[in-house]
Antibody, heavy 116, light 106 residues
């Protein structure tokens, strides 16, 4: 059974940074493309970005977030990360990690609150 | 962008159709997600019309030109949820989500 568990969320002040982790199990992680998606309170799903697998470990980001958000992975730990810098109140959301596969698998989500 | 109607309402046993339109759709597969309050999204359709294991047969997907459609035949109360379409953009480097459709079972 594939499981994804996010961690690292919480309360952060505007201008601060936070790194989320997503640990995967039940799949061959080194072959898995992974994505991050967020959902602001009462709003729809917003694609944050993705990271590929294998020799091409490049990441792609939603245009409004490029430069502030960084996705990385550690295949030895079956973990993908989302580093978020210069956070604003607009970044307050539940953040989900998921596989990019058919079908895909999602974590339970983790809340990030940006507030003074 | 992917455009969905904000809401669709149907009575139990009827057929619900949720559309999604976008310029990239003729060249990219579409995916559909169901999300219930407080839960993570669940994929109900992938690659336009394929149904993951465990998804009821009443869920189906189709496409016509720049529009894809999620059809739920014989809607049940448990189908009440938000539904999102998703697709890569024309370059394939980004993924787009529609704004979501709230399905209400009357």
């Amino acid at each position: 059974e594939v499981q994804l568990v996010e961690s690292g969320g919480g309360l952060v002040k505007p201008g601060g940074s936070l790194t989320l982790s997503c640990e995967a199990s039940g799949l061959t992680f080194r072959n898995a493309w992974m994505r991050w998606v967020r959902q602001a309170p009462g709003k729809g799903l917003e694609w944050v970005g993705r990271i590929k697998s294998g020799s091409d470990l490049g990441a792609d980001y939603a245009a409004p977030l490029k430069g502030r958000f960084t996705i990385s992975r550690d295949d030895s730990k079956n973990t993908v990360y989302l580093q978020m810098d210069s956070l604003t109140t607009d970044d307050t959301a539940v953040y989900y990690c998921s596989t990019i596969s058919d079908p895909d698998y999602w974590g339970q989500g983790i809340l990030v609150t940006v507030s003074s | 962008d992917l455009t969905q109607p904000p809401s669709v309402s149907v009575s139990p046993g009827q057929t619900a159709r949720i559309t999604c339109s976008g310029d990239a759709l003729p060249n990219q597969y579409a995916y559909w997600y169901q999300q219930k309050p407080g839960q993570a999204p669940v994929m109900v359709i992938y690659k336009d019309s394929e149904r993951p294991s465990g998804i009821p047969e009443r869920f189906s997907g189709s496409r016509s030109g720049t529009t894809v459609t999620l059809t739920i035949s014989g809607v049940q109360a448990e189908d009440e949820a938000d539904y999102y379409c998703q697709s890569p953009d024309t370059s394939g480097a980004y993924e787009l989500f529609g704004g979501g459709t709230m399905l209400t079972v009357l």
